[in-house]
């Protein structure tokens, strides 16, 4: 599938089924995606192993923090999926691949700064969340410890979407399907047989970023041949194209850490044993919900192929597809996590309120995800026809007026559990009305079309 430079590369998605293009992409982007946030779920499996509530307490801080790093980096993949996705679409190689190149260099650079920044600045974020004694001590140790990896799978993650920009779904899958792998079996080693406890999972995760990003450039640049020699003047020449979506769609990433971080600091007051239940929850979900998580980067190239080739036809369809597909499969895992409630929170030696939290979030908190896949379907559309800036507002509606009002009002009602059903209300409102906006944007495309 080696694909010699300057050799027009075929558009996939602008012929077959959109719902199979949906549902391979999606599959296949979802077991990369949630093998991603599977390194923090394997992280906090292992140290749970040590049945201490501030171990588990501080993941769920220095957690918070360190997923900036990770939006900005998804943020930054999604305008090098779009983008070269378009120019595949156009039937330009040459810029699809000049395209590749420029995000490569931006992702990279951004997430030098963005490392700078979380190392110097993370013991007052942790003050701020309400960190404190020896939770606050672990939090800060996990985070310079797992600091040098940001940088790596930043570029990881790049590599991963220009790949499924160019409709390599499987390659795209290796990539971060690898740092799960090389994180869950060096684990157990550096935590329980080097002895070095949460510095060890930090550390075994860097050594899963290592090798994701290994995999990435040689998916990219020896079997695609799509990155060339990287120049300044390239990354200057592009830069308006790429920041045009790249900052609505990093600022659209940036959303949920802000919601996680103001839904922290509302938990803190309930104690420890709350924060834990909150940091397991946290990690359950893109797990569990990898598949929604991935509609977006997923649904998006679909889109954009199609929108270069001018098949609005097939981006409405591509659209409904995707929020069919994505409320069927909510809606079977929601029952599954009902089912399987008291078992998730045993796997963690949850006990107490982190016991509860758990269980709550299983029972009553899962469905609501289905209008969040909704949101993440609609962010791909704003993407891919031009109108990232709306992806931005609604996030940030959500994280903010959908998030501090019901989780306030859901805390002060109902502790821990009325905060998470008050936050999963404003995810309701929010997801309905970005997929009613984002039926709109299509139909004026399709207007503007016709004329």
Not at 108 to 135: F, N, P, R, Y
Not at 166 to 185: E, F, H, N, Q
Not at 269 to 286: C, Y
Request: aromatic share 12%; charged share 10%; glycine share 12%.
């Amino acid at each position: 599938m080696t694909h010699a430079a300057g050799k027009p590369r075929s558009a996939p998605f602008v012929t077959g089924s959109t719902m199979r293009h949906v549902v391979v992409m999606t599959l296949t982007g979802a077991v990369g995606l949630m093998a991603l946030f599977m390194v923090d779920l394997v992280d906090l499996f292992f140290l749970s192993l040590l049945n201490n509530t501030e171990v588990t307490a501080a993941i769920g801080y220095a957690g918070t923090i360190v997923f900036s790093n990770l939006s900005v980096s998804i943020g930054s993949g999604i305008a090098a999926a779009a983008l070269v996705a378009r120019n595949v679409g156009a039937g330009d190689p040459v810029r699809a691949r000049q395209f590749a190149t420029s995000a490569l260099m931006f992702s990279l650079l951004t997430a030098a700064v963005i490392t700078l920044a979380i190392d110097l600045g993370s013991g007052a974020l942790l003050t701020l969340l309400g960190a404190t004694g020896e939770a606050r001590r672990l939090a800060q140790l996990f985070i310079w410890t797992l600091s040098p990896g940001y940088v790596l799978i930043a570029g990881a993650i790049c590599c991963s979407f220009i790949l499924r920009g160019l409709g390599d779904a499987r390659r795209a899958m290796y990539i971060t399907l690898s740092t799960a792998i090389v994180t869950a079996c060096a684990d157990p080693v550096f935590i329980f047989g080097f002895g070095w406890g949460i510095q060890g999972a930090a550390a075994a995760t860097v050594l899963g970023y290592i090798v994701s990003f290994g995999i990435g450039l040689n998916g990219v640049v020896r079997v695609h041949r799509y990155i060339n020699p990287f120049r300044l003047g390239g990354l200057r020449r592009d830069f308006p194209a790429l920041w045009g979506i790249a900052f609505p769609a990093i600022l659209t990433q940036l959303a949920q850490p802000f919601a996680n971080a103001y839904i922290t600091y509302e938990i803190a007051p309930f104690g420890d044993e709350s924060v834990a239940g909150f940091a397991i929850v946290g990690r359950l979900v893109p797990v569990a919900f990898g598949i929604i998580f991935s509609l977006a980067g997923s649904v998006g190239p679909i889109i954009g192929q199609n929108f270069g080739a001018k098949r609005h036809d097939r981006v409405r369809r591509t659209l409904t597809d995707g929020l069919v597909f994505s409320a069927v499969y909510t809606l079977i895992t929601s029952l599954l996590l009902f089912v399987f409630r008291h078992q998730v929170a045993e796997a963690f030696h949850a006990a107490g309120r982190t016991r509860d939290l758990i269980v709550f979030f299983c029972t009553y908190i899962g469905v609501s995800w289905a209008f969040a896949g909704g949101q993440f379907v609609a962010n791909a559309a704003f993407n891919n026809l031009g109108r990232p800036a709306l992806s931005s507002w609604f996030n940030w509606a959500k994280a903010t007026l959908g998030t501090i009002p019901f989780a306030m009002l859901g805390a002060r009602l109902g502790g821990p559990e009325g905060l998470l059903a008050g936050t999963a209300a404003g995810s309701v409102i929010f997801g309905i009305a970005s997929v009613i906006t984002a039926y709109r944007i299509v139909r004026r495309t399709e207007t503007g079309a016709a004329r």
